[in-house]
């Protein structure tokens, strides 16, 4: 029986540097980098420029509230801006009005994943063709990271350089003066306000023995 090769065998010496690992760095000599990468308060640029995550925790059932995320018309009900959620032609993509951008179309198909319960939505303004806004949804079990009922929603989106320049400016509203760009910085935020209101839908549903998932999406 052959034995397993070790480690980092493909690197030579198995030290690449900027990588900490306990054989070359013992935990003496690791704690003060660790302890330097901790902040009271850290600068918004460096938390949110290119990711953006936000977590919450719903004391309701993690598949009803999976199943609620992935229909994308429960968007109509938990966040800020989106209105009118209507099928186009094309099978499993929508339309809605994003109501931050005045009479901005926003077009949405939700990509999931039953067994692992997450729900990408891609969407972008002003046009179908290229879906390059991603918002990204895991949806947990609170028993199984929380030792409770419950579920954990994680949420994250990355900084897509399109958020800086319109790739599509012909397509957009004349009279349109904002990008979705120009509203990252708040991203965090509005995505706060909108995961609270997630999980405030849910679990007055849930409190009051109601279908997380509505009638009316059904």
Request: glycine share 6%; hydrophobic share 40%; charged share 20%.
């Amino acid at each position: 029986m052959t034995a397993p090769l070790p480690a980092l065998s493909d690197i030579p010496g198995g030290v690449i540097p900027g990588v900490l690992r306990i054989e070359t760095s013992d935990r003496e000599a690791t704690t003060p980098i660790i302890l330097d990468m901790l902040r009271s308060v850290y600068p918004h640029q460096q938390v949110f420029g290119e990711y953006c995550t936000v977590n919450g925790y719903i004391a309701a059932p993690p598949r009803a509230v999976y199943d609620y995320l992935a229909d994308p018309r429960s968007l109509e009900e938990w966040t800020y801006s989106l209105r009118g959620f209507g099928p186009t032609e094309q099978p499993g993509l929508w339309s809605a009005h994003d109501r931050l951008g005045s009479d901005t179309t926003i077009y949405t198909r939700t990509v999931t994943n039953a067994e692992a319960m997450t729900v990408d939505y891609h969407c972008a303004w002003d046009q179908p063709g290229h879906l390059w806004m991603i918002y990204l949804m895991r949806v947990v079990n609170a028993q199984t990271v929380f030792d409770k009922p419950g579920t954990v929603v994680l949420w994250t989106n990355c900084h897509h350089p399109f958020y800086v320049h319109n790739p599509y400016p012909d397509t957009a509203p004349p009279d349109r003066k904002v990008w979705v760009g120009d509203l990252w910085d708040m991203f965090a935020a509005g995505h706060r306000l909108e995961l609270t209101n997630l999980t405030a839908l849910c679990e007055y549903r849930a409190r009051h023995g109601l279908p997380i998932t509505p009638a009316w999406m059904r």
